[in-house]
């Protein structure tokens, strides 16, 4: 059957507002820093009046590939999120970083974990075990929450403020007596995290484990990815943390290099 090349008008109005719905989600993909963008800044990014604004918004909304936050400015949802997890899958994301993550673990004798932003929440999407025969029952494609876990702080001191807003609003609950349960707490860690260039958890998300981890940046300098070093207590004790660090940080600058960042 040939192509139809004059498509009835009813085809061109579906067709022209599938483009102006995608225009919206790609300037709404120019905020990397979680803030969004008011109604009417998108309106005048992309020449659209308020009504049309709206009209095209609802189903993107309807999708989750929209979120409209409490200030009334409007984001890019949770699903356009699952969307790009699917397609790392299918690049394979965790293989290609593989060998970073395996001469980390060999060089540390630890386990090392390679996750994305899920917030308020992270996933595991990569593990590489310590050789020991006391091993983390971390379980690819788990979730944990990011205000409590290194790997989550790490993540969450490169975020907008909205998402970190985000974060807190959804609660923090004790997980241990050394949880961080307050946003002046959290505020503070994510300050000195920025400032040193790594995030730790001291027995703050589970009983008796110690990580340490380091941000991942991608080609726009976007931070969605972070990796860590995880141990029982007994075998990583606090003051040995920060001694990590170098190694994690060096790490998670290869696989930011190898992502297209020029942090």
Known sequence: MSPDLNPAPGRRNNSASLRRAVSIL???????????????ELCRELDL????????LQPLLEARLVEHLPSGRYR???RIAQLGRA?????????????????????????VHL?????????????????????MFSRIGNSAPAYCTSVGKAMLAH?????????IANGMPAHTPRTITTPEQLRAALSEIRQQG???DDIEHEEGIRCVAAPVFDHAGACTTA?????????????????????????????????????
């Open 26 to 40: 790609l300037q709404l993909g120019e905020s990397t820093d979680g803030s969004g963008y008011s109604l009417a």
């Open 49 to 56: 009046n308020k009504s049309t604004s709206l009209r095209l």
């Open 76 to 78: 890019l949802g949770w």
């Open 87 to 111: 397609y790392l899958a299918g690049l394979d994301l965790p293989r290609g970083m593989h060998d970073v993550l395996q001469k980390l673990a060999s060089q540390t004798s630890e386990t």
């Open 115 to 135: 996750v994305v932003a899920d917030y308020p929440n992270i996933v595991y999407i990569h593990k590489v075990d310590t050789p020991h025969p006391v091993r």
């Open 159 to 167: 975020a907008g403020p909205e998402t970190i807003e985000l974060v």
């Open 198 to 200: 790594y995030a730790v």
């Open 227 to 263: 990796i860590s070093v995880s141990a029982p207590a007994e075998r990583l004790p606090a003051e040995n943390l920060a001694e990590l660090a170098p190694l994690v940080i060096a790490a998670a600058n290869e696989i930011s290099t190898r992502l297209g960042a020029s942090r």
